[in-house]
């Protein structure tokens, strides 16, 4: 063999040699990947086509008292197509494609036929299985879309993709909105507001995970795994409020800050037994003669409350023994008085001369008072500790964020001057919100015990109960039985003869105090422009059952005082209470003259509508979907609103008819005796009072 076919050889065995020892490292490496490195790989592929996706919970929803949706999630579905789904043939897409973008664009109406049907075509075109049609619609849109063309068919047949969330409703739009609050999930300064926010650990509920697979576009869908967690929808939140009040807090606030040209104001309906917080109105401006919920000032805005703390200033003094006796003589002269290097004015021009005590609060004489208070108190930090005792310096923990701190000028502070313990007596150098001073008030009205305001009562697991919130006792009485006594008449006689006469009514005595502040600029001090208009008090005078307080601010037009600006407001509110909350006291029926409605009566809905029908008055809500109302006088016109009877207690039939009375009563179980003839004027047993079956009561009518 020659040398050069030895080369030759040598040549093709050394490439036989190097190709089979690669041929065995690709065996080998086949081998290591498909087995040492099986489980890396598929993990890696796993993550490259699926991924775990969370699955948020539905919250859960915030509710009225009577169970009314305040809040609530409701189902919206984000709809894609899978254009290229193999189900679709070519010519199905053609001959149904046009009348598809057709029906898309007049359900929607966000673009048009022609540019519904140019985007199907190039979706199809660069094969795309996930192609977003729209989102956030509601089922009834849904339930429209599965009706057309291709759609109809279905996800598998015809490519429909529907995916499932929810939105954050308030069925009554702005109702009580700024309390119901929201959770901002883009600003974390500001991200919990109101009860949603604050209660949010139970609304929330426990999120699940579901398995999504990649596909074109970057775009993923759901796939089927028997893994995948479901999630626990959150609880429910009820509240206190009463939709009822509620709206006409709102109305009536409205209507008084539209009246006046007020920058802002809110109005607190609370249960005198309870502290449960009925209503909650928050309203500020919000453009040319608009307002709206954007701040909630009855929890959060702390101002000086001007002559509504003079009660807390007399209190103090009574319960210091330092009040003089009622009849004794105060003079307020030409109503000024100068203390060091300011002078102390009266409301009233010219003054008021020589008052009583019980005077000088019935006309809230800022004379008088402060110079009762400051001859009392030789050491101005008694009279502040008496405050203090009355824990006015304490929030009172309404359970949601944004409570401002109360203030209560001290002698031990740099701003003390020798001007402070008399403007302290008549609500300057003070800070407190209108909830705090409605707290104080409520506590006069329940025998001195001061209730915690509570705006939930109750977290709710499929219509169960999981935690009660029960009222809660912040002071067991703040001041003496005796003084209370005399503090609740001195409220009823501001209405009765002094400052809010204009409340004044003959179906049910109302207690409560005016107030007219100066607002103090920070820059400028205090001017004779802005004011502060409040009435706060309580209902039924004896036997409160509701306390109210009425705050407008910055009033522009007409009146600032707080008996005409406010006071209506809490008028308004008090009737309607009155009219369909209460049983107890006298409904006046029928009317003087043919020329003013009737201010009550009571019966059922279509026989007052015939009556009112006949004698040409309108009434302006005849739909209101119950068989017993009660209409209500509103200016020249009447309203409707529905009449309640709670099972197992006496209702209050005072002026119905006989006729509707009698059948009230004998559904209730009552044996019923009738004397007299009209309507009924007087009853034998006490409206509220338990029912046992087969008891006897006498009912007499007006003649």
Same mark, same amino acid.
């Given at each position: 063999?020659?040398?050069?076919?030895?080369?030759?050889?040598?040549?093709?065995?050394?490439?036989?040699i190097?190709?089979?020892?690669?041929?065995?490292a690709?065996?080998?490496? /086949?081998?290591y990947?498909?087995?040492?490195?099986?489980?890396?790989?598929?993990?890696?592929?796993?993550?490259?086509?699926?991924?775990?996706?969370?699955?948020?919970?539905?919250?859960?929803?915030?509710?009225?008292?009577?169970?009314s949706?305040?809040?609530?999630?409701?189902?919206?579905?984000?709809?894609?197509?899978?254009?290229?789904?193999?189900?679709?043939?070519?010519?199905?897409?053609?001959?149904?494609?046009?009348?598809?973008?057709?029906?898309l664009?007049?359900l929607?109406k966000?673009?048009s036929?022609?540019?519904?049907?140019?985007?199907?075509?190039?979706?199809?075109?660069?094969?795309?299985?996930?192609?977003l049609?729209?989102?956030?619609?509601?089922y009834?849109?849904?339930?429209?879309?599965?009706?057309?063309?291709?759609?109809?068919r279905?996800?598998y047949?015809?490519?429909?993709?529907?995916?499932?969330?929810?939105?954050?409703?308030?069925?009554y739009?702005?109702l009580?909105?700024?309390?119901?609050?929201?959770?901002?999930?883009?600003?974390p300064?500001?991200?919990y507001?109101?009860?949603?926010?604050?209660?949010?650990?139970?609304?929330?509920?426990?999120?699940?995970?579901?398995?999504?697979?990649?596909?074109?576009?970057?775009?993923?869908?759901?796939?089927?795994?028997?893994?995948?967690?479901?999630?626990q929808?959150?609880?429910? /939140?009820?509240?206190?409020?009463?939709?009822?009040?509620?709206?006409?807090?709102?109305?009536?606030?409205?209507e008084?800050?539209?009246?006046?040209?007020?920058?802002?104001?809110?109005?607190?309906?609370?249960?005198?037994?309870?502290?449960?917080?009925?209503?909650?109105? *928050?309203?500020?401006?919000?453009?040319?003669?608009?307002?709206?919920?954007?701040?909630?000032?009855?929890v959060?805005?702390?101002?000086e409350p001007?002559?509504?703390?003079?009660?807390?200033?007399f209190?103090?003094a009574?319960e210091?023994?330092k009040?003089?006796?009622?009849?004794?003589?105060?003079?307020?002269?030409?109503?000024?008085?100068?203390?060091a290097?300011?002078?102390?004015?009266?409301?009233?021009?010219?003054?008021?001369?020589?008052?009583?005590?019980?005077?000088?609060?019935?006309?809230s004489?800022?004379?008088? /008072?402060?110079?009762?208070i400051?001859?009392?108190?030789?050491?101005?930090?008694?009279?502040?500790?008496?405050l203090h005792?009355f824990?006015?310096h304490?929030?009172?923990?309404?359970?949601?964020?944004?409570?401002a701190?109360p203030?209560?000028?001290?002698?031990? *502070?740099?701003q003390?001057?020798?001007?402070?313990?008399?403007?302290?007596?008549?609500?300057?150098?003070?800070?407190?919100?209108?909830?705090?001073?409605?707290?104080?008030?409520?506590?006069?009205?329940?025998?001195?015990?001061?209730?915690?305001?509570?705006?939930?009562?109750?977290?709710?697991?499929s219509?169960?109960?999981?935690?009660?919130f029960?009222?809660?006792?912040?002071?067991?009485?703040?001041?003496?039985k005796?003084?209370l006594?005399?503090?609740?008449?001195?409220?009823?006689?501001?209405?009765?003869?002094?400052?809010?006469?204009?409340?004044? *009514?003959?179906?049910?005595?109302?207690?409560?105090?005016?107030?007219?502040?100066?607002?103090? *600029?920070?820059?400028?001090?205090?001017?004779k422009?802005?004011?502060?208009?409040?009435?706060?008090?309580?209902?039924?005078?004896?036997?409160?059952?509701?306390?109210?307080?009425?705050?407008?601010?910055?009033p522009?037009?007409?009146?600032?005082?707080?008996?005409?600006?406010?006071g209506?407001?809490?008028?308004?509110?008090?009737?309607?209470?009155?009219?369909?909350?209460?049983?107890?006291?006298?409904?006046?029926v029928?009317?003087?003259?043919?020329?003013?409605?009737?201010?009550?009566?009571?019966?059922?809905?279509?026989?007052?509508?015939?009556?009112?029908?006949?004698?040409?008055?309108?009434?302006?809500?005849?739909d209101?979907?119950?068989?017993?109302?009660?209409?209500?006088?509103?200016k020249?016109?009447?309203?409707?609103? /529905?009449?309640?009877?709670?099972?197992?207690?006496?209702?209050?039939?005072?002026?119905?008819?006989?006729?509707?009375?009698?059948?009230?009563?004998?559904?209730?179980?009552?044996?019923?005796?009738?004397?007299?003839k009209?309507?009924?004027?007087?009853?034998?047993?006490?409206?509220?009072t338990?029912?046992?079956?087969?008891?006897?009561?006498?009912?007499?009518?007006?003649?």
């Amino acid at each position: 063999m020659t040398d050069e076919k030895k080369t030759i050889l040598l040549r093709a065995a050394l490439i036989y040699i190097i190709t089979g020892i690669i041929g065995l490292a690709i065996v080998y490496e /086949v081998f290591y990947i498909q087995y040492a490195e099986n489980k890396q790989w598929e993990e890696k592929g796993a993550k490259i086509t699926y991924e775990w996706e969370k699955v948020e919970a539905i919250r859960g929803n915030i509710t009225a008292d009577d169970g009314s949706l305040l809040m609530t999630s409701v189902p919206m579905f984000d709809v894609y197509m899978d254009v290229n789904c193999p189900n679709i043939s070519d010519n199905h897409f053609k001959n149904n494609a046009s009348a598809l973008a057709s029906n898309l664009a007049a359900l929607f109406k966000d673009k048009s036929h022609w540019r519904y049907l140019r985007d199907l075509k190039e979706a199809r075109r660069k094969n795309n299985r996930y192609f977003l049609l729209q989102r956030d619609i509601t089922y009834s849109q849904l339930k429209e879309m599965k009706s057309f063309p291709i759609l109809k068919r279905g996800r598998y047949r015809g490519g429909f993709i529907v995916e499932p969330n929810t939105e954050r409703i308030k069925p009554y739009n702005e109702l009580a909105s700024r309390t119901i609050g929201f959770i901002n999930k883009e600003s974390p300064d500001s991200k919990y507001v109101g009860i949603e926010g604050a209660y949010n650990e139970y609304l929330t509920g426990k999120g699940g995970k579901r398995l999504m697979q990649k596909v074109a576009n970057g775009e993923k869908i759901p796939v089927h795994y028997k893994k995948q967690v479901a999630p626990q929808n959150g609880k429910d /939140v009820m509240t206190t409020l009463d939709v009822h009040i509620q709206d006409v807090a709102e109305s009536s606030l409205r209507e008084q800050l539209k009246k006046h040209g007020a920058d802002h104001g809110c109005a607190v309906v609370m249960e005198v037994e309870t502290g449960y917080i009925k209503a909650i109105a *928050n309203l500020g401006k919000t453009g040319d003669n608009s307002y709206g919920e954007i701040y909630n000032f009855a929890v959060g805005e702390a101002s000086e409350p001007g002559s509504t703390f003079k009660t807390m200033s007399f209190l103090a003094a009574l319960e210091d023994g330092k009040l003089p006796p009622l009849s004794d003589s105060i003079e307020t002269g030409n109503g000024e008085k100068r203390y060091a290097d300011r002078t102390m004015t009266d409301a009233h021009r010219g003054g008021f001369g020589t008052l009583s005590v019980k005077e000088v609060f019935e006309k809230s004489s800022n004379v008088g /008072v402060s110079t009762i208070i400051t001859e009392a108190y030789q050491e101005p930090e008694k009279f502040i500790e008496q405050l203090h005792d009355f824990s006015l310096h304490q929030k009172v923990g309404i359970g949601i964020r944004g409570e401002a701190q109360p203030f209560i000028n001290h002698p031990d *502070n740099r701003q003390w001057s020798a001007v402070s313990l008399p403007w302290t007596s008549i609500g300057y150098e003070v800070k407190l919100t209108p909830l705090q001073i409605l707290t104080f008030y409520n506590a006069i009205a329940n025998d001195g015990r001061m209730m915690q305001p509570r705006l939930v009562k109750e977290i709710r697991q499929s219509g169960k109960p999981t935690k009660v919130f029960r009222p809660e006792v912040l002071q067991k009485s703040i001041a003496s039985k005796d003084n209370l006594d005399i503090m609740r008449t001195l409220l009823e006689k501001v209405v009765e003869k002094g400052t809010a006469q204009n409340l004044k *009514n003959t179906l049910y005595k109302i207690a409560g105090k005016t107030g007219t502040a100066q607002i103090a *600029n920070q820059n400028t001090g205090y001017n004779k422009t802005d004011y502060k208009a409040s009435f706060v008090g309580y209902f039924p005078a004896v036997n409160p059952k509701y306390s109210i307080i009425v705050v407008i601010n910055k009033p522009t037009k007409g009146s600032y005082y707080g008996n005409q600006v406010s006071g209506t407001v809490f008028k308004d509110i008090a009737d309607k209470l009155y009219a369909t909350h209460l049983d107890a006291g006298t409904e006046r029926v029928l009317p003087q003259d043919n020329t003013h409605p009737p201010i009550l009566v009571t019966g059922k809905r279509d026989d007052l509508q015939k009556i009112y029908n006949d004698m040409g008055y309108k009434v302006r809500n005849n739909d209101i979907n119950s068989d017993w109302v009660i209409s209500m006088r509103h200016k020249d016109t009447l309203r409707f609103d /529905v009449r309640r009877f709670r099972p197992g207690v006496v209702p209050n039939v005072v002026g119905m008819s006989a006729k509707d009375a009698v059948y009230i009563l004998e559904k209730l179980g009552l044996n019923t005796r009738v004397y007299g003839k009209g309507h009924v004027s007087r009853q034998s047993l006490t409206p509220g009072t338990k029912i046992r079956k087969g008891r006897k009561i006498d009912i007499y009518l007006s003649s």
